[in-house]
């Protein structure tokens, strides 16, 4: 396993928060950054069917930018949906959540350790920011529990 597979890996430990706009990953990547805490920036389930990766990818670079000191992985959910799993690969996602076939999921696996990605097949335990009236009180009490 390369460096880059293992800081994934490990990084897929951290507490995993479902951001579904900027506004989230911004208040997430902060609150990480205060607590001094790495962090699981978690796409809605199957976002990669309207979401998509390009959108998600910039989603994430524009927040990590934003706050430069936040240690955070991304995970794009795609679902049963073996091409978008590729192409969110291709597209420079770190990690994808594929619930597929498991012959596919083992060929996507291979393609992601080829540039340091990864796929997973369980969701991490996260709290979900839609709908969530104070967002920063919310990544904060996930954080520290």
Known sequence: MND?????????????????????VET?????ARAGQALVLLSP???SAYMGAGYFRAMIE??????PAAEAVA?????????DAMGALREGIEVVCFRGD?????????MAAQSGA???????????LAGVDDAANACRTWLNK
């Open 4 to 24: 880059a597979m293992s800081d994934t890996q490990s990084l897929l430990k951290a507490a995993a928060i479902v951001v579904h706009e900027l506004a989230h």
């Open 28 to 32: 997430a990547l902060a609150a990480a």
């Open 45 to 47: 389930r199957g976002a």
């Open 62 to 67: 524009t927040g990590r930018r934003m706050h």
């Open 75 to 83: 995970v794009l959910d795609c679902g049963d949906r073996a091409g």
């Open 102 to 110: 498991p012959a596919v999921a083992t060929k996507l696996a291979e």
């Open 118 to 128: 990864a796929v997973i097949e369980v969701r991490p335990d996260a709290i979900d």
